[in-house]
């Protein structure tokens, strides 16, 4: 690679570079859900809004809506999904429940909400399914039963904010919970942390959440598998997301008391915007509360907080697989190469991306956390990753937070799949040494130049 061969071109050149990649950062705009499919087709990620219809069998005893089919979705035993929505025109029915082919359409296992006077517009019902087999696609059902007087055979129903979102496997092996309870988000975490009793209750101390400012209507899910709490019938997390409000927060009930590795999970919509994310695990109603101790220790597994998109924008998959014509944003860390002396991060690859000769794809985000570096470079498999060529953005101040990089590349081979990386260097300061850094890249997208 001709890595260096050219890094300090003319000023001028890179100024003139400069005028064309760079631009103000504006701020997003938060965008209503997609437009339902009428198919029922969607993504990972993506809240949906629209009306649809759920049919009668034979019978008339169960009302369904079928199927919702989820892209790109393979999965394997282990994978943990949570679903969510809002549902309106569910009134006839005493019972909604969520059915999945992740676990077989188990329906003992499958999420479920009982209302004995029938559902209340704005009803929300969701959960988590784990996968009790592998698959090549995912997808799920809405069931409505124990229906209250005749409904018609088919029954109008507006779903708002419909998401599905993979959590992770519960046989992965996660990162070990740092001590000062200070979390990445989209990391999952095992560890032993104290709960306190405080009035009557137990409770963690704060959990933190690296990197993540938000908005007003943001959603994040926050899931952990719970053991030590067996001689509690109630567990519980609540966070700032929501300004710690009890009614809606996830909890996790059993009358002989939790059972060892319980799961709690649950969604999180920020009421006002906020610049970090707490919660706290809280224990109460206890079996035998004779002789309760100051504190308990309490196992969590697979502790993770992942956020869903507010718009079109998807999270960004932790091995960097994305695909074309769809924008993703998350944070990711620029690690130094103590051989070359620049910071990168770990290659993007795009899905179904084959590219012939002299064709152009346009590569384009926003970057915040760079301000230690004076130049950002973009390098492509497509034109041989040469150096030269790569699109680059200069500032000699460093390179401000919401700066956009908007580049088109042609490819001088064909290639099977599109392949970029990201390259950080001349840091402001001489002496500047952090590695890893954490950057946040928004709206990330990878399109063909028609």
């Not at 339902?36 to 219809?53: H, Q, V």
């Not at 296992?109 to 592998?134: C, H, L, R």
């Not at 209250?148 to 599905?164: A, H, K, Q, W």
């Not at 700032?240 to 590795?261: F, I, M, Q, R």
Request: charged share 20%; with cysteine.
């Amino acid at each position: 690679m001709k890595l260096f061969r050219k890094k300090h071109l003319a000023k001028s050149i890179i100024f003139a570079m400069l005028l064309l990649t760079v631009a103000e950062c504006t701020p997003i705009k938060k965008a209503a859900a997609a437009d339902l499919s009428p198919y029922l087709n969607m993504d990972f990620g993506i809240k949906y809004s629209g009306e649809t219809i759920a049919t009668a069998n034979e019978e008339e005893t169960v009302w369904n809506i079928e199927y919702f089919n989820v892209a790109d979705s393979s999965f394997k035993e282990g994978d943990e999904f949570y679903i969510s929505c809002e549902i309106s025109g569910a009134w006839h029915f005493k019972q909604i429940a969520i059915q999945s082919s992740a676990n077989n359409w188990n329906w003992n296992t499958s999420p479920k909400k009982w209302s004995n006077d029938g559902f209340a517009d704005t009803a929300i019902v969701a959960g988590k399914v784990t996968a009790t087999q592998n698959g090549d696609k995912l997808s799920f059902k809405m069931r409505f039963d124990n229906a209250i007087g005749v409904p018609r055979e088919e029954v109008s129903i507006t779903l708002t904010d419909l998401y599905i979102m993979k959590i992770g496997n519960k046989y992965d092996i996660a990162r070990e919970l740092p001590e000062d309870m200070q979390l990445k988000l989209g990391t999952s975490y095992d560890g032993t942390v104290t709960a306190t009793y405080n009035n009557g209750i137990y409770e963690t101390k704060l959990f933190n959440v690296n990197d993540s400012a938000y908005s007003a209507g943001d959603t994040y899910i926050i899931s952990c598998s719970l053991s030590g709490a067996s001689n509690f019938k109630q567990g519980a997390i609540q966070s700032n997301l929501n300004d710690w409000n009890w009614s809606t927060s996830p909890k996790a009930w059993a009358g002989n008391g939790l059972a060892e590795g319980q799961s709690v999970t649950g969604g999180f919509t920020s009421e006002e915007p906020g610049n970090s994310i707490s919660f706290k695990v809280r224990m109460d109603i206890p079996i035998n509360s004779a002789k309760l101790p100051n504190s308990i220790d309490l196992t969590l597994t697979n502790l993770i907080v992942i956020k869903v998109a507010n718009n079109d924008t998807l999270p960004l998959p932790n091995f960097m697989v994305i695909n074309k014509e769809r924008n993703y944003s998350g944070v990711v860390e620029a690690v130094k190469d103590e051989d070359m002396g620049v910071w990168n991060v770990q290659y993007f690859n795009v899905n179904n991306s084959e590219i012939a000769t002299r064709e152009q794809i346009k590569i384009s985000f926003e970057v915040s956390g760079a301000k230690a570096f004076k130049q950002l470079a973009v390098q492509s498999n497509v034109n041989d990753w040469s150096w030269d060529e790569a699109p680059k953005i200069w500032a000699p101040n460093g390179i401000p937070d919401g700066t956009t990089f908007s580049a088109i590349i042609t490819a001088t081979e064909n290639c099977d799949i599109i392949s970029f990386k990201l390259w950080f260097d001349n840091p402001v300061k001489e002496d500047f040494n952090s590695t890893p850094v954490a950057m946040t890249l928004e709206n990330l997208s990878v399109n063909d130049v028609h």
